[in-house]
């Protein structure tokens, strides 16, 4: 077979009927898979509400080939990979990433799940509850609700208007109708005809094939169902509605009949509406005080129908009637151009980029979806329907403007040069001379560390910029600083670097991770963004979070015990917050060429020059901190660090939470069915790793989710005793992997070395990481079992519960 290109994936259809499409990736790390199939929450019968959503859970139960423990969502985990699934309104997705020695494995567990499902009705009975925790927690979720109350100027008729999430009361698991329902179900739409398969990865085209064509044996073989399609989005002539609240405009526009295209089109009509450049729709809109920000997305599209989303935060309550003019007459505008040759270069440059910096999962799920790089024909045909549809102005009056290019996607995306110095042949890279060794003493000593940890030789790179605050900011330093790099962070992202910049306590971090070739101009005017006077921001109620979603969020935050922001002075402007602050960074991966462009921007740096500060040590307490959510549900998050910052202790704390994951999403999920949102895994805060465990429950209190977590805590001797040595060498084995650089993604091994230098490790602290998870015992893993029980390291834990009392603290 021959190879495909790597913007193009290769696609056929396999003899039983299933769709594939391969994408060889050769600098890709992991591997991944996407399985669509053509059936979602809108197919399930009348009668049996959420069924769709119930039955993708029952494939994750395990089956007799692959029990619990054993199969596909804890074998990924084992892995460090991701897995989850999605019941949409007329598709339901299933889709993995793991390293590629383990991807068969991973394959072969998805085929047997979808084959062999284990539908036992006591299995349904328990699997029942979780999804009715889930539901409580859909339908206190502001966000959820928020949602569903956009369908309800709909046709009482169509799907959308529909409950589909499923609950209790309409999943009758002990009647016999829903038991042969499910079973209808399952058998009609889970067949191969029905699915689409998604493979990327770093391996061969026909590699990826063997493997899709083993997959292919094991799925059910049939056709592909004919579904009748929905009645019209509107019951009314009218093509869309508004809805109004306070300080929000949603716009809903309906469609129909619009002629078959990849989601390309709508995509495109998206993007250039979201643009905030000079002479935009959004920019005009802020200009005259109409609105703050506007974001339009796609909410449904299927048999010809799709509903466009228009989301405006207003300046005041009296500029309704302002908006719809303007929008129309800029509907006018962009529709009235000549095919939009210079926004679809553009548009596509864009994706080029984001293809040359996206994971495996991310274009396995491109590829899924039938997307390219450029619009095709039809959907070109199908744009213009929809602004068609739309009905925009045929007489512009206002001065529009296509956007100005984004000067970084001028920049060359080629890799940059490999770094060997002279007498050095690529069987060299990545050994270093002492000539280079006092080099890199020398950076390690500046502000700015330029890790030997990452390869200089791949087109990816990694700056982190950390400022310690010695003046208190602004209260609303955050969203104005948003506002003020929205602009240039999304030039950025689309030029293939994200740039993040986060606070926490008195410290900010700007972080830029991505191609390093347009990087040193994206950091030079980030800083000198710096230099200038922030933008006002109105005041606006943000929509509250779930309780755990909200935890996780501020968790950092409440581990910083050294850092105190209300005994910090004010600054007299927001730019002396910068300039009085105190700098260090890192940057990783960047070749020599990348590094002497970066130089003139990192003396423009504001702050004064510091070596890092001290690694945070462990307080040996046990401090609850109570932090208000919305909603009625209890929440915890259980952080409990390393008893010290030696790295064999990080190494055995890592393989705790290994051999945990699993059990305690079992025990506290699935046999007690405490809630929904149960997880657990290794935490690193500052350069302190700790274990993380977190629950929401719709029933119990936040000191009762604390006691089952403790008593999850007292089984694990008894559970890493009962592992033979066979197994457990064999889950070391599968730890060590996951840090080693052939299998280890970009971003996560430079967020592994930001939080290395912030705990004084080496520059190859993840190489020494993978050999002391190897070189653990037993005895060594029995001994952090009892530090982490008997509280050695202290523990933090972050809940909107109250606190019970000794041994526990309230943070003041």
């Known amino acids: 077979m021959s190879a495909a290109d790597s913007f193009r994936p290769h696609t056929e259809t396999l003899a039983n009927g299933l769709q594939v499409t391969l994408r060889h990736a050769p600098g890709l790390k992991r591997s991944a898979a996407v399985l669509r199939v053509a059936v979602g929450s809108h197919d399930a019968p009348l009668g049996w509400p959420g069924l769709a959503h119930f039955l993708e859970h029952l494939f994750f139960l395990g089956t007799e080939r692959f029990p619990t423990g054993h199969n596909l969502m804890a074998y990924v985990q084992r892995q460090g990979g991701q897995v989850n699934a999605r019941t949409s309104e007329r598709t339901t997705d299933f889709f993995f990433e793991l390293p590629p020695a383990a991807f068969a494995g991973g394959l072969e567990r998805l085929g047997d799940m979808l084959s062999h499902p284990r539908l036992d009705e006591a299995d349904q009975l328990r699997e029942r509850e979780v999804l009715h925790a889930e539901f409580i927690a859909w339908s206190q979720d502001p966000t959820a609700q928020r949602q569903v109350a956009l369908h309800e100027g709909l046709c009482a008729a169509h799907p959308l208007r529909g409950f589909h999430a499923g609950n209790r009361d309409s999943l009758a698991v002990q009647q016999a109708e829903f038991q042969r329902a499910l079973q209808d179900f399952y058998r009609r739409f889970y067949r191969s005809g029905q699915m689409t398969l998604s493979l990327a990865g770093p391996q061969s085209i026909d590699a990826l094939n063997a493997l899709a064509e083993q997959f292919s044996s094991n799925v059910p073989a049939g056709e592909a169902v004919t579904r009748q399609p929905p009645p019209k989005l509107m019951a009314s002539p009218q093509a869309g509605y508004q809805q109004i609240s306070t300080g929000r405009l949603d716009q809903l526009c309906a469609f129909e009949g619009l002629p078959v295209a990849s989601p390309q089109a709508m995509d495109f009509l998206c993007t250039w509406l979201n ?55 800029w509907l006018g505008f962009f529709a009235a151009q000549d095919d939009w040759a210079p926004l679809r270069d553009e548009f596509a440059a864009r994706l080029q980029r984001w293809q040359e910096t996206a994971t495996a999962l991310q274009l396995a799920r491109w590829d899924n979806e039938d997307r390219d790089v450029r619009l095709s024909e039809h959907d070109l045909s199908r744009l213009r329907e929809i602004l068609k549809q739309l009905h925009p102005s045929e007489s512009i009056t206002g001065q529009w403007q296509l956007p100005a290019p984004n000067p970084f996607l001028q920049m060359a995306s080629e890799a940059p040069r490999t770094g060997l110095i002279r007498g050095q042949t690529s069987a060299h890279r990545g050994l270093r001379t002492f000539a280079q060794d006092r080099s890199r003493g020398r950076r390690e000593r500046s502000p700015m560390q330029f890790s030997q940890g990452l390869a200089d030789n791949t087109p990816q790179g990694a700056v982190y910029l950390r400022w310690r605050l010695t003046t208190q900011p602004p209260l609303d330093l955050s969203a104005r600083l948003d506002r003020h790099l929205q602009e240039l962070r999304e030039d950025a992202r689309q030029a293939g670097v994200e740039v993040t910049f986060e606070s926490c306590a008195n410290q900010w971090l700007l972080k830029l991770v991505g191609l390093q070739a347009p990087m040193p101009l994206v950091l030079e005017h980030i800083l000198t963004k710096l230099e200038q006077p922030l933008p006002p921001v109105p005041a606006r109620s943000e929509t509250p979070l779930m309780p755990i979603r909200h935890l996780l969020k501020e968790l950092p935050n409440h581990c910083q015990r050294n850092a105190q922001s209300s005994a910090l002075a004010l600054p007299e402007s927001a730019p002396d917050v910068w300039t009085t602050a105190h700098w260090d960074g890192l940057a990783m991966g960047l070749s020599a060429a990348t590094q002497g ?216």
């Open 275 to 329: 643009n905030s450049k000079p002479g935009s729709l959004l920019a005009t809109l802020r200009q005259r005080g109409l609105a703050d920000s506007l974001e339009a997305s796609t909410l449904y599209e299927f048999a010809g129908q799709a509903l466009l989303h228009i989301a405006f935060k207003l300046g005041n309550d009296q500029t309704l009637n302002d908006i719809q003019p303007l929008l129309h007459d």
């Open 597 to 812: 462009a970066i130089g003139p921007a990192l003396a423009r740096v504001p702050g004064i020059a510091a070596q890092q500060a001290q690694p945070t040590t462990p307080c040996g307490q046990q401090i609850w901190h109570t932090l208000q959510t919305h909603g009625d549900e209890q929440a915890v998050l259980l952080f409990c660090p390393t008893t010290t910052p030696a790295l064999p202790d990080e190494a055995a704390w890592r393989l705790l939470a290994q051999l945990c994951q699993t059990p305690f999403y079992q025990r506290l999920r699935v046999e007690l069915q405490l809630g929904y949102a149960v997880f657990s895994g290794v935490k690193q805060i500052d350069g302190q790793t700790g274990l993380l465990f977190g629950v929401q429950s719709p029933n119990a209190s936040a000191a009762q989710l604390i006691a089952h977590i403790e008593q999850f805590l007292a089984g694990v001797p008894e559970l890493i005793q009962q592992l033979d040595d066979s197994t457990l060498g064999a889950e070391q084995r599968a730890l060590a992997a996951q840090f080693q650089g052939a299998s280890l993604p970009f971003a996560q091994a430079a967020e592994l070395l930001w939080q290395g230098k912030l705990a004084g490790r080496p520059s190859d602290y993840v190489q020494q990481l993978s050999d002391a998870i190897v070189l653990l015992d037993r005895e060594q893993l029995l001994d952090a079992v009892r530090h982490l029980i008997e509280t050695e390291g202290g523990r933090y834990c972050l809940t909107n519960g109250t606190c019970p009392g000794s041994p526990w603290q309230a943070a003041e």
